[in-house]
């Protein structure tokens, strides 16, 4: 027996609820909150890198210096989400 329920329709159950301007500069230009399913995901983060961009997931600073996720997601969500982010960014980016 498991614990796990499919879901049927992804795309409908992820929602961009604010995109902010990152307020220093530097390699984050952004950050997004979203609301995935019933949960407020806070801090997901747009990192410019080597031309591209790429999104940061929230995570937490160890006390060996090591990041740990605040939340993980698996494939196929993560990229659904990193596309969904980057997609809701990109008039921020081109603005830049």
Known sequence: MSN???ISRFD???FVLQVRPSPKPGAVKA???IQYHSATIHGLSVVQHNGGHF????STLGKNGKRFPLIDFSEP???RIAKLVLDAASELLQAN
Not at 55 to 58: A, N, S
Request: no cysteine.
């Open 4 to 6: 796990a329920i499919p």
């Open 12 to 14: 409908q159950s992820i």
């Open 31 to 33: 950050y997004i909150d």
């Open 55 to 58: 999104v940061g997931f929230p």
């Open 77 to 79: 969500e993560r990229s």
